[in-house]
């Protein structure tokens, strides 16, 4: 059973930053892809970014420039660095890890940021 666990969301004021940490444990396989996403209240869950197995990244535009998702030494981590945080980027943070060999997905629990203006 996969389990993933988030860390790293808070209060922060505008143009502050913030560090999310996940992790991915309970499989062999290493995730193919690693993901952000985000929802806001009212609003549906967005992908805020995701990295591959192989490094390469993508992010949504509102986020690029600012934001940086990386992964981590240990199997199957991933963190998003967060800068220059806006008031729209209030959100409860998930973070998303895919395995092929599994052909499923996982969720972690989210994360809350609040960003304050």
């Known amino acids: 059973q996969v389990r993933m666990v988030e860390s790293g969301g808070g209060l922060v004021q505008a143009g502050g930053s913030l560090r999310l940490s996940c992790a991915a444990s309970?499989?062999?396989?290493?995730?193919?892809?690693m993901a952000w996403y985000r929802q806001a209240p009212g609003k549906q869950r967005e992908l805020v970014a995701r990295?591959?197995?192989?490094?390469?990244?993508d992010y949504a535009d509102s986020v690029k420039d600012r934001f940086t998702i990386s992964r981590g030494n240990a199997k199957n981590t991933v963190y998003l660095q967060m800068n220059s945080l806006k008031p729209e980027d209030t959100a409860v943070y998930y973070c998303?890890?895919?395995?092929?060999?599994?052909?499923?997905?996982?969720w972690g629990q989210g994360t809350q940021v609040t960003v304050s203006s």
């Open positions: 990295i591959t197995s192989g490094g390469g990244t």
């Open positions: 998303n890890a895919f395995f092929r060999e599994r052909a499923s997905d996982y």
């Open positions: 309970g499989t062999f396989f290493i995730s193919n892809v």
